[in-house]
């Protein structure tokens, strides 16, 4: 079992920044890739962001590509979703997750084997 607790979420005003953290406990961190994934209101689970094993290789959804950035602190069994230049459209519960998928990069929730409980993000404008 991994256990993930999300952190670093609330309300901004559009143009604004948020660092989203989520801590891993249980199993060895490094052994999973991580991704964050946002849900709002009406509307399916829909992936944000993965970083592989070693935090090397990173993949964004085209929605946030160059704004948003995906790390991790293998030390820390952290991983990290940093939100520049938000909109009113990124308003949505964050989720961070772990993968087990070794045979190919995890971009789906049903890659995806254990979740955190969310955090809300809600961008004003």
């Known amino acids: 079992q991994v256990q993930l607790v999300e952190s670093g979420g609330g309300l901004v005003q559009a143009g604004g920044s948020l660092r989203l953290s989520c801590a891993a406990a249980?199993?060895?961190?490094?052994?999973?890739?991580m991704g964050w994934f946002r849900q709002a209101p009406g509307k399916e689970r829909e992936f944000v962001a993965t970083?592989?094993?070693?935090?090397?290789?990173?993949y964004y959804a085209d929605s946030v590509k160059g704004r948003f950035t995906i790390s991790r602190d293998n030390t820390k069994n952290t991983v990290y979703l940093q939100m520049n230049s938000l909109k009113p459209e990124d308003t949505a519960i964050y989720y961070c997750?772990?993968?087990?998928?070794?045979?190919?990069?995890?971009?789906?929730?049903?890659?995806?084997?254990?979740w955190g409980q969310g955090t809300q993000v809600t961008v004003s404008s």
């Open positions: 997750a772990a993968s087990a998928l070794t045979a190919r990069v995890a971009l789906s929730p049903r890659d995806f084997n254990y």
């Open positions: 249980g199993r060895t961190f490094s052994n999973y890739a």
């Open positions: 970083i592989s094993r070693s935090g090397k290789s990173t």
